[in-house]
């Protein structure tokens, strides 16, 4: 059985809600175990809770969810540009697909709502990394 770690963002938590809710469920019913859940204050927090997760020799892979809504400035773009890059390389240090369920950026909450099944993305990209990659040994 696969075993994940899932890290969620909680600003805009009435769309990361659903989001946490999707992975769950996603992870149930693919025979995954969602070991352990992370929650951080927002999705830049999230690389330092994925690299904690990646860490634990009980997990196999971790996928990430959050939403990144835009504002007035390019705050989203840089928001959503830095935590990628960081969950990328935690991923790569960590040889530990960790996986991006982040939308955004750009987006107005109501197309963040519509992008609610993208945790369910994370999820399945998260469980076919670790069935696909050769093993390093």
Do not use: C, W
């Not at 927002?42 to 009980?58: M, Q, T």
């Not at 670790?130 to 040994?137: F, I, M, N, R, S």
């Amino acid at each position: 059985m696969t075993t994940l770690g899932l890290v969620v963002a909680e600003f805009n938590r009435p769309i990361t809600e659903q989001m946490e809710e999707v992975a769950l469920e996603t992870a149930s019913d693919a025979g995954a175990e969602m070991y352990e859940t992370v929650h951080v204050p927002g999705v830049y927090d999230a690389p330092l809770a994925a690299d904690r997760l990646a860490r634990l020799e009980d997990i196999d892979a971790v996928a990430v969810v959050g939403t990144v809504i835009t504002g007035d400035t390019d705050h989203d773009q840089v928001i959503t540009d830095a935590a990628a890059q960081r969950l990328a390389d935690v991923s790569l240090e960590r040889d530990t697909p960790v996986t991006l369920g982040v939308t955004g950026p750009g987006m107005s909450a109501a197309e963040a709502r519509e992008r609610i099944e993208n945790a369910s993305k994370a999820v399945n990209g998260a469980l076919d990394l670790v069935t696909e990659l050769p093993d390093p040994q």
